[in-house]
């Protein structure tokens, strides 16, 4: 059973820095895209950054220059390196995976890891 384990989160004052972590396993045969996505009180789940296989990567407008996605494709892991931090980054991030397993691609979450930012 494929499973994504995110670590990172906590409470950091406005324009410090976390960097997230979302590890895979479970009878993985490769990864094609990666990405976090948060979710704020009363709002939809929003795209933040993804990056594909060859580390092509993607970032929302609100988090361009300040957040940076990375992956490390021997241990499964994806990160975020979140710098200058803003209260409107509070958020429960979460770790996303399209997973080859066999011949099909599955799309995994991971529980997710609460992020408040003070002001």
């Known amino acids: 059973q494929v499973q994504l384990v995110e670590s990172g989160g906590g409470l950091v004052q406005a324009g410090g820095s976390l960097r997230l972590s979302c590890a895979a396993s479970?009878?993985?045969?490769?990864?094609?895209?990666m990405g976090w996505y948060r979710q704020a009180p009363g709002k939809q789940r929003e795209l933040v950054a993804t990056?594909?296989?060859?580390?092509?990567?993607n970032y929302a407008d609100s988090v361009e220059g300040r957040f940076t996605i990375s992956r490390d494709n021997a241990k499964n892991t994806v990160y975020l390196q979140m710098n200058s931090l803003k209260p409107e980054d509070t958020a429960v991030y979460y770790c996303?995976?399209?997973?080859?397993?066999?011949?099909?691609?599955?799309?995994?979450w991971g529980q997710g890891t609460p992020v408040t930012v003070s002001s």
């Open positions: 996303n995976a399209a997973v080859v397993v066999s011949i099909y691609i599955y799309d995994y």
């Open positions: 479970g009878g993985i045969f490769s990864i094609n895209d």
């Open positions: 990056i594909t296989s060859g580390g092509s990567t």
